[in-house]
């Protein structure tokens, strides 16, 4: 303040310039110094004691948190997947292409034994997607992954680091970093110059719009790829329930709730027992469904349809995907408690 008062033109001036420096003194001490807290890395084991029997349960409690960094919708077929002698971490499904998936995890930096157990995994089980999770990924065996990936049609090789971090004393906090992936760029190239059907390519271009607005609005999937098929498939959160939306035969698009236990009388029984709620379950809805027992196949399911084709035009297909979307959506919001309730005692 003195320097503004020593160098001002004019004595006239002083009072202007001592007005100044109040101002500025009281916006100085008026302004709230920001004080920010110190992130830090924490051991793992601080969190889950033992790999095995503490993170690996976690993880399979927990499969969203990996599918959002794989950008997979990832459903728990079983835990320690037997192979020969030996078991899998988690053996999972990719709700998006059904793909099988292979998950194996370990603390501390990778090591050549779980990348033999991994690829040994990878054919006991035929699986098209392997996750190797660790603490550190060594350049040796990222490079060996990513060699993989180049030299693989048929499988998808995944490295992820667990870190764990801290503010201060705050809850530790879970990042799922991937650091290996495929190079789908190369893959989705090569895939287009071996040709793919008009129809094949109409079915990608829908169900990507689909997924993008379910995902970015809706926060419903975990899946940013469209594949040319045409079905999707998306988790509730109970293994054997899944909500899906598909092109069906005879003009008609469908929305459904999927249910598939692997076993035709379980199966069965729980359609039967949400069967028992139609009533109440329709009413919340708001429009007549679908039962489909389906006695003659493994599978049931509960659905509602409308009219369309994938070969309809841009304006259609708009209505259409509006249409599924909505209808995904409350299937989530009407069915969503009932069916974690029924799965209980299944």
Known sequence: MRDLLRHAPSSSDHSTAFSLCVSLASIYEDHDVITLGELKRVDPRSVWTDEARDFTPWLSENLGRLGEALSMELELKTREAPVGDFSCDLLARDLGTGRIVIIENQFGSTNHDHLGKIITYAAGLDAEAVVWIAEKIRDEHRQALEWLNRHSDAVRYFGVMIEVMQIDTSPPAVNLKLVVFPNEWQRDVR???????????????????LLDELREKHRFTNARVGQPQNWYTFRSGIPGVDYGTSFAQGGRVRAEIYIDFGDAEANKAYFDRLYSHKEALESAFGESLTWERLDERRASRVAIYCPGFIDAGPEELNRIRAWAIDRLLKFRTVFGAKIRELSQGT
């Open 191 to 209: 895939e287009s110059a071996e040709g793919t059907s008009t129809r094949a390519e109409a079915y990608r271009r829908y169900f990507q719009s």
